[in-house]
């Protein structure tokens, strides 16, 4: 069984920056592949970034160059840095935990909102 825990969302201006955190429970939280998902009022879930357990990631074509996702095995902790940021880029983000093996972990989410 694994928790995820996100923090660090709230109201930010247009290209300011944000760093989300996500808290795992769990023994073997390096084995995990880490994402940041997030929805939009009125739209799907959609993947921002991933980071294998070996440090591999990789991004949403919308992101990159502005976001980095970050681990820390040590502390079971995934960070989302977010630079430059924009109102589209406003919208509940969620940590995600996949074994590939077994279903998928997600925290409840933790809301982003860049506005003036």
């Known amino acids: 069984q694994v928790q995820l825990v996100e923090s660090g969302g709230g109201l930010v201006q247009p290209g300011g920056s944000l760093r989300l955190s996500c808290e795992a429970s769990g023994r073997i939280f390096d084995m995990y592949l880490m994402g940041w998902y997030r929805q939009a009022p009125g739209k799907q879930r959609e993947l921002v970034a991933a980071i294998s357990p070996g440090g591999s990631t990789n991004y949403a074509d919308s992101v990159k160059g502005r976001f980095t996702i970050s681990r820390d095995d040590a502390k079971k902790t995934v960070y989302l840095q977010m630079n430059s940021l924009k109102p589209e880029d406003t919208a509940v983000y969620y940590c995600?935990?996949?074994?590939?093996?077994?279903?998928?972990?997600w925290g409840k989410g933790t809301l982003v909102t860049v506005s003036s």
């Open positions: 995600n935990a996949d074994s590939k093996v077994f279903a998928p972990y």
